[in-house]
């Protein structure tokens, strides 16, 4: 009776511990294209750090302002330097949720709409966003793709060339593969 | 007694789960995690170009990136209305740098004061950064070699080529003090294969000091200066002030020096003006890069 109980009740601790799941990255992609003019205005950063909770939906995004790399490295030292600030606002993330995570399967291969909302802070400045995307469950692996666009002005972020060279909205690709 | 047990037993698994459960919910609140993502935060940009305005500076040009430069000088205020406040005499040397990788640069320049041809490395050897380390400073070295074209005098004797050539060592330790400050020194070492008489040494040591100033977000104010231990008689040590302007795609700078060369050898070592006399040149160097390798972020994809 006693070992019934106990394995009963282990079962029940490890059912428990087992019941929430997070999925995480560190090497998400993110593309962020400003490009307002001729000059191509393109920067990525393949060190994204992305966890989510499969109950929850709860989900964040992390990123080094100076991870993004450009072509040019005068144009990525002039983008820390003048309109980031990076050596102040050194990171930007997103803290949010996926809110129709229970429509979401992660045991079954398939691509899911997600509706995503939280707060993108960016230049040390934090802004509600709305937006969507596509979670990807394709033989246990699960990825997240999505993408929106800011309005640059919205984070504070000032310079000669935004509305001209540089676009007034950046358009931002996600690109993240998790690990289970 | 049995029973007791098992209740015990419920009573220790009710909390242990609870306790359990409460420890995960902790763990799963992503939003309090402070999301450790703390890579090496490397300090860039403390100075705005490869040079503080005649020497080199800490930065190189990034890899794969072509740095195609003019640097320009006019002649002497001193020299009066006459020669327009030596806007009628130009001297000028015109070089291209690259970027091997992010660590090495190299780069080949001609001068048409004196003739002579240029070409150096320069080499990041420590990196100011933070995070992971706490380094406060940068370390590079760079080295030149020039060849001087212009025709000696005739001598009673055959010059080898080699006696054309003196090289500069040079040791850069800079900080970026904060993005309003960056200091730079920086022990040098000049050689000349060959001096005019035995009792001038072929080694030359001197201190050179850089310092940049922020007065706007695109606009730095620089300072250059090289102290020489031992010197060459007749000649003055050079300083040079300037604004280095970032315009998009290239760097532009303004400056006023007391300097004829813009390679080593001649501006460190054979500076003749002297600032107190008003042997002041102004100058301008105008930058522009070019992308011939892509970094590998962009090589395989076009976003």
Redesign the interface.
């Known amino acids: 009776m006693n070992k019934i109980l106990l394995f009963a009740s282990l079962f029940l601790v490890s059912f428990s511990v087992n019941a929430q799941k997070i999925y995480a990255t560190k090497n998400g992609q993110i593309v962020f294209n400003a490009t307002g003019g001729i000059e191509k205005i393109v920067a990525v950063n393949n060190q994204v750090d992305s966890k989510f909770v499969d109950a929850t939906g709860q989900i964040i995004f992390g990123v080094l302002i100076k991870g993004f790399k450009f072509e040019n490295q005068l144009m990525e030292d002039h983008f820390n330097e003048n309109y980031m600030e990076s050596t102040q606002f050194p990171k930007a993330d997103f803290k949010g949720y996926i809110k129709n995570i229970k429509e979401v399967d992660l045991t079954k291969d398939g691509n899911y709409n997600i509706n995503l909302e939280g707060t993108l802070t960016i230049h040390g400045t934090g802004q509600k966003v709305a937006t969507t995307g596509v979670l990807q469950v394709q033989q246990g692996k699960t990825a997240i793709t999505g993408e929106f666009s800011v309005k640059i002005k919205d984070y504070g972020i000032k310079g000669l060339y935004i509305g001209e060279k540089i676009a007034s909205e950046a358009k931002i690709k996600v690109n993240c593969k998790y690990q289970n | 007694m049995?029973k007791r047990?098992?209740i015990l037993?419920?009573l220790f698994?009710f909390i242990?789960?609870a306790f359990?459960?409460a420890q995960?919910?902790q763990n799963?609140?992503?939003?309090a995690?402070s999301?450790a993502?703390l890579?090496p935060?490397?300090t860039?940009?403390t100075f705005k170009t490869t040079r503080i305005v005649n020497g080199q500076s800490i930065e190189n040009?990034?890899?794969g990136?072509l740095d195609f430069r003019i640097l320009h000088r006019f002649g002497p205020l001193s020299q009066g209305g006459y020669n327009f406040f030596g806007l009628d005499q130009a001297t000028m040397r015109i070089g291209l740098d690259y970027?091997i990788n992010s660590r090495l640069m190299i780069g080949i320049g001609r001068s048409t004061f004196e003739k002579q041809y240029d070409a150096f490395v320069k080499y990041r050897i420590i990196r100011q950064q933070s995070g992971e380390r706490n380094i406060p400073f940068s370390m590079s070295y760079a080295g030149t070699a020039i060849y001087k074209s212009l025709k000696d005098a005739t001598t009673n004797y055959t010059p080898y080529a080699s006696d054309k050539f003196s090289f500069a060592h040079q040791v850069l330790l800079a900080s970026k003090i904060s993005?309003y400050l960056s200091v730079q020194v920086t022990p040098t070492l000049l050689h000349y294969n060959i001096v005019d008489n035995a009792t001038i040494p072929n080694d030359f040591y001197s201190l050179g000091t850089g310092l940049r100033l922020r007065l706007s977000?695109?606009v730095n104010l620089i300072t250059e200066y090289y102290h020489r231990f031992n010197k060459l008689t007749g000649y003055d040590d050079p300083l040079t002030m300037g604004l280095d302007i970032?315009t998009?795609?290239?760097?532009f700078q303004l400056n006023v020096t007391n300097s004829t060369g813009m390679t080593e050898r001649t501006f460190i070592n054979e500076t003749t003006g002297s600032w107190s006399k008003g042997d002041l040149r102004f100058g301008f160097t105008i930058s522009r890069?070019f992308?011939v390798s892509?970094?590998k972020?962009?090589r395989n994809?076009n976003?």
């Open positions: 049995q047990v098992a037993l419920c698994v242990s789960t359990l459960q995960t919910n799963f609140d992503l939003f995690e999301n993502n890579s935060d490397i860039t940009a040009v990034g890899a990136v970027g993005d977000k695109r970032e998009g795609g290239h760097v890069v992308i892509r970094p972020e962009f994809n976003y």
